[in-house]
């Protein structure tokens, strides 16, 4: 899939879904493409191209074309979630190849990484990726193949700065791939940035109401390697149903609006919990006091997110019982959609996790704020005065 440049902004070609309309029908919204299988032409070949839905459906290419645009990429490709996404990224190297990863990142795919891609011939070394010297004293000309980053990283909301790590990787000939699933497509653009690959969980703010499971990678250029992912893809099939892809595309067309409110309520509610006598610590890039605000403040526009995490003075019994005492704010996992919800992530994550045991991560959604807040203050009040330290 290739597409002509889309002269209009985000917000309209999320809005529009850059123009598609039906031809058959001309009705404003595209049809659901469920056929599994595309009928050849007299002379044997395919004349649209749709041959069997493994590999590919019409339904996809709206979502990919609009992908593309967003982030300035050349080619992009819908997967059946943000782990099928991530994973043919790894899939598509070769056994041998070393990969740097970081430290903080989701904790399913570091799982996946140190389980499966290791055990499949990968060799995988977790670095900090805050600090350029020890990444750049972890590669391995000749050998290191890839740089998997993720900014702002889950659940700690590290910055990674994106330009700088596009420039080690290529240091070496290898690429850049970006987990961009928190900062959206519309905060941030690491392909601008000299990023390769960017990978996206479209089941978070993509979509962003809780109701599919899809992911995307979006590349800068169609190159050997780029055809290897592909060819992942139509392997193995990890594809979205053409319902969700609908559905998907249906999600999008508001991002613009839902990521601006989540982006103001998480700032306006860090800003809040900042001096509050039983928040230990209050996680979020959007905050000048964060360790990696002036990076993210370079690398991001328009917000510094929807995710923040907080740390609970009275600790991790204090912090569960706060996840247990919200009403406003769901106790689930997940992040990204219209709803706020709150996670004790140690609980999740186990003893590989980097996140603090009185940490509770929160996925701001687009209520009101204020009332966000006072949820939030009525149950670190109830855990105070009802969790013995
Ligand atoms: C959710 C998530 C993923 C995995 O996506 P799924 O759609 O759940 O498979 C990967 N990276 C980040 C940052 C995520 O939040």
């Known amino acids: 899939m290739s597409t002509a440049p889309y002269p209009f902004s985000p917000a309209t070609a999320l809005a529009q879904a850059m123009g598609t309309i039906d031809e058959t029908s001309q009705g404003v919204v595209l049809p659901i493409h469920v056929a599994t299988t595309y009928i050849r032409g007299a002379d044997n070949s395919y004349p649209t191209g749709n041959v069997y839905s493994r590999a590919d459906n ?14 300035q990429g050349s080619d992009a490709l819908l997967f059946g979630s943000g782990m099928a996404a991530a994973t043919a990224v790894f899939q598509a190297l070769k056994p041998g190849d070393h990969v740097l990863a970081p430290k903080v990142m989701y904790w399913a795919l570091r799982n996946w990484l140190l389980g499966f891609a290791k055990d499949w011939g990968l060799q995988i070394e977790l670095v900090d990726m805050t600090d350029s010297a020890a990444v750049k004293q972890a590669l391995q000309p000749g050998k290191t193949k890839l740089i998997w980053i993720e900014t702002p990283g889950n659940p700690t909301w590290t910055i990674t700065d994106i330009a700088a790590m596009a420039d080690l990787a ?14 959206t497509p519309l905060l941030t653009k690491p392909i601008t940035l000299g990023a390769d690959v960017v990978m996206h969980s479209a089941t978070k703010y993509l979509n962003g109401h809780s109701d599919v499971i899809a992911g995307a990678l979006i590349s800068a250029r169609n190159d050997e390697y780029w055809q290897r992912v592909v060819n992942v893809r139509k392997g193995g099939g990890a594809v979205p149903s053409p319902h969700d892809a609908h559905q998907l595309l249906r999600g999008m067309r508001t991002m613009h609006l839902r990521v601006r409110e989540a982006c103001h309520n998480a700032q306006y509610i860090a800003e809040q919990l900042q001096q509050h006598i039983d928040i230990a610590e209050v996680m979020y890039p959007g905050l000048a006091s964060f360790a990696g605000h002036q990076i993210a403040a370079k690398q991001m526009r328009g917000g510094f997110g929807g995710m923040l995490s907080i740390r609970v003075a009275g600790g991790e019994q204090a912090a569960i019982a706060v996840a247990a005492t919200t009403k406003l704010w769901k106790r689930a996992t997940s992040l990204g959609g219209v709803e706020s919800l709150i996670e004790h992530r140690a609980s999740v994550e186990g003893p590989d996790s980097p996140c603090p ?3 509770l991560r929160l996925s701001a959604g687009i209520e009101d704020a204020n009332e966000l807040l006072a949820d939030l203050q009525q149950a670190l009040a109830f855990a105070r005065t009802h969790v013995r330290k």
């Open 58 to 71: 019409p339904s996809y290419k709206p979502v990919e074309a609009l992908l593309c645009q967003l982030e």
């Open 170 to 183: 290529h240091s070496v000939g290898a690429r850049l791939v970006v987990d961009s699933t928190c900062a």
């Open 357 to 359: 045991p009185d940490m």
